[in-house]
């Protein structure tokens, strides 16, 4: 009992020391993440992206069970966060095959599902915090956890009952609103079963000397957003260092008015890698244009990123470009631009002057232009194509270049 009491008093000085320097302590979890000793569970995240440590129970009683046992709580989680490591206070008295399981559920009472596990083999013997190590899992509002560690050798366990405070417990992702082990024990197995039954009373007094450790979900977080401009043609360039379930990007343009929806780029979903992304906007007229992304999340939330100023603007002459590929086999695009709205006419004809084909007749906006010529029905050889231009300012042009077919 002496021993009992000094290996408490001991924790809780330590407690005290990590509480005392400005809060905060090194994560065995993540060495480089600030990592807050928080034994009040309503005490609310100082800061995003902190690392919260919350402990359940209060060292008063002592259990020794044997064979395969767990011990643990049940959350329902109102704010959506990351479980990040998981931990119990025991003193195993041999070597243990552990396992730390997190099961979900739609009801408090009903059928949970096993969603995240962890073996840790050759755990103890001997007293202390017993961790799971680093875990990734993401906690959905509105759900219901199971969370505890099961062992297979005799241990003794601490709780808070029959002194326990009111339930629910307060908890950064929610609440604690009763105990595994108490009044409803799991099927345990090695490896744990696919689902429990869960029949619990609401308010059973009991906290395991429990560890929960949370951290903030990670955001879809956008590390550059920029674009390149080529003719009458925007590419828009964006990368992510992190991304939380994310559907994807909406592309968006104004021109001087609302923004629309001009394409869809597919997420990542939740991954820890940086990614990159592009989408082009072509055949654009002159003038100044706003772009835009628009992430949306797989639950249908969404989120605006800062906005682009692009000027697109018009061409200083006539031209008519080379086309490209050249030979070609069997099309190719011919480019050109315009000053002005024209009226245009665009023709192929071959080494007798004879028109093959004529690709364009008819009015053409100003801008940069291009059309795509299929030769597929003409025979190998070379060929002229011609670009008469009428503009509406009465100006004229006209420009021949040659391209040869091979087959």
């Not at 065995?28 to 034994?39: E, R, S």
């Not at 969370?147 to 992702?173: C, H, K, L, M, R």
């Amino acid at each position: 009992m002496h021993t009992k009491l000094f290996t408490f008093l001991f924790i809780s000085l330590i407690l005290l020391c990590c509480i005392s320097v400005s809060g905060q302590s090194t994560s065995m979890v993540d060495k480089n993440a600030t990592f807050v000793v928080n034994p009040n569970p309503d005490v609310p995240n100082p800061n995003s992206d902190v690392v919260i440590e919350e402990i359940f129970g209060l060292n008063q009683n002592t259990f020794g069970p044997s064979g395969l046992r767990g011990r643990g709580n049940i959350f329902l989680c109102t704010t959506p966060r990351k479980l990040v490591e998981h931990r119990l206070y025991l003193n195993l008295t041999g070597a243990a095959n552990m396992w730390f399981v997190v099961y979900e559920g739609t009801a408090l009472n009903g059928i949970y599902n096993l969603v995240h596990s962890i073996n840790v083999p050759n755990q103890g013997p001997g007293e202390g915090w017993y961790s799971s190590g680093a875990i990734d899992f993401d906690f959905q509002a509105g759900m219901y956890y199971a969370i505890y560690p099961q062992w297979d050798v005799n241990a003794n366990y601490y709780t808070e009952n029959p002194v326990a405070p009111p339930y629910p417990i307060p908890a950064s992702f929610g609440e604690l609103v009763t105990g595994v082990g108490w009044d409803w024990a799991p099927t345990y197995g090695d490896p744990p079963p696919a689902t429990q039954t869960v029949t619990v009373a609401a308010t059973v007094p009991v906290a395991y000397y429990q560890t929960i450790v949370t951290d903030d979900l990670v955001p879809v977080e956008l590390t550059s957003f920029t674009y390149n401009l080529d003719g009458n043609s925007v590419t828009l360039n964006w990368n992510t260092s992190t991304e939380t379930n994310n559907l994807g990007f909406e592309a968006q343009r104004s021109n001087n008015g609302e923004f629309k929806t001009i394409g869809f780029v597919d997420g990542y979903g939740t991954t820890t890698e940086s990614h990159s992304y592009s989408f082009v906007d072509s055949d654009l007229q002159p003038g100044v244009y706003s772009y835009r992304l628009k992430q949306v999340d797989m639950d249908g939330t969404v989120k605006y990123y800062d906005e682009l100023i692009v000027e697109v603007e018009a061409p200083v002459e006539y031209a008519l470009q080379q086309n490209y590929p050249n030979p070609f086999n069997p099309s190719t695009k011919i480019a050109y631009s315009l000053a002005v709205d024209s009226r245009v006419t665009l023709t192929v004809y071959n080494l007798l002057g004879e028109t093959v084909a004529t690709l364009i007749n008819g009015n053409v906006s100003a801008g940069e232009q291009d059309f795509t010529f299929d030769a597929s029905g003409l025979n190998s050889g070379v060929y002229f194509y011609r670009l008469n231009v009428l503009g509406v300012d009465g100006n004229e042009f006209t420009s021949i270049k040659k391209m040869m077919l091979t087959k």
